[in-house]
């Protein structure tokens, strides 16, 4: 008779047992409660404000207004392509600098990397617009292309530490250089580890493109400002931000689904997926040499 299977744990954790699942269950049950509360409480203090009214939601249906929000909504579009592509650049370039074998180009890239990465962000758009006296765009781009620049640079060196040392010294061991090294064996397998946190800091210089309302540059937040300055009801910021703050979640969800079907399609590449090897057949492997008998 053949022992059950033990079904009660795993390598990782024990599998929890009646008396935690209902334990688990209860804290389930309360939480959704307590969100769901916390959810009716902002309804009623919306109903409450009228927030609701028909004439808090007309404005949002002349065409002026709709137009200066697709405009503002353009140019946080614009500003997020121009950083996300200058921060990636960037982020390569101080990433290939910290792990340069050259001990002045490393601390160099170390310096620049540690600067901005402390720096606040809206501290260097600032500055960049006053003291360089640059226009809103490029001191948006600007400040967020080197904050964002600097973390993806770690991001990246870490990506690339993770890889098995093997995998280097293997590589190495076939005669390739550090560059080729790098660009066939450490970044292809580094990128799976990275991905998830480029695409979070992406997000992250997403949402920071509302700073640029700060410096006058017409965002999509500016454009919100904008329409609820000229509104002649109590409270116009609300409507205002139920409008807006549903398309910024949208484009960060746009950006995570982006990196789960990025992640799917890795898996599913044919460079990465394992090769099926045919079954040996019965027959002759090598040829009988001269010295070979019957």
């Given amino acids: 008779m053949t022992a059950p299977l033990a079904t009660d744990s795993t390598a990782l954790y024990d599998i929890p047992g009646p008396k935690t699942q209902q334990r688990h269950l209860v804290y389930g049950i309360i939480s959704t409660i307590l969100i769901l509360a916390l959810i009716g409480w902002v309804l009623y203090l919306l109903f409450d404000t009228d927030q609701f009214t028909s004439a808090k939601w007309t404005p949002f249906e002349y065409k002026g207004i709709q137009e200066l929000l697709l405009r503002g909504l353009g ?18 370039v101080l990433a290939t600098g910290r792990l340069s074998d050259h001990r002045p180009v490393r601390w160099l890239a170390t310096l620049l990397v540690e600067f901005f990465r402390a720096m606040p962000v809206l501290v260097m758009i600032f500055f960049i617009f006053v003291a360089l006296k640059v226009q809103p765009l490029p001191a948006l781009v600007a400040g967020l292309t080197l904050y964002n620049g600097s973390v993806l640079a770690e991001v990246f060196r870490a990506g690339v530490n993770s890889v098995e040392r093997g995998q280097k010294e293997a590589a190495f ?56 300055s000229n509104l002649d009801y109590d409270l116009p910021f609300i409507p205002v931000v139920m409008v807006i703050s549903p398309i910024y979640i949208g484009m960060c969800m746009l950006l995570s689904w982006f990196a789960t079907w990025m992640a799917r399609r890795q898996k599913r590449n044919p460079k990465t997926e394992a090769v099926d090897v045919a079954p040996a057949e019965p027959g002759t492997l090598l040829p009988r040499g001269p010295l070979q008998g019957p």
């Fill in 75 to 92: 140019n946080t579009l614009r500003a997020f392509a121009f950083a996300s592509v200058l921060s990636l650049a960037l982020g390569a």
């Fill in 173 to 228: 061991s076939l005669g390739m250089r550090k560059a080729q090294v790098m660009t066939y064996v450490l970044v292809p397998q580094g990128i799976r580890a990275m991905l998830p946190t480029i695409i979070s800091q992406l997000v992250v210089a997403l949402k920071d493109t509302s700073l640029g309302y700060l410096i006058t540059y017409e965002e999509f937040l500016h454009a919100g400002k904008l329409i609820a």
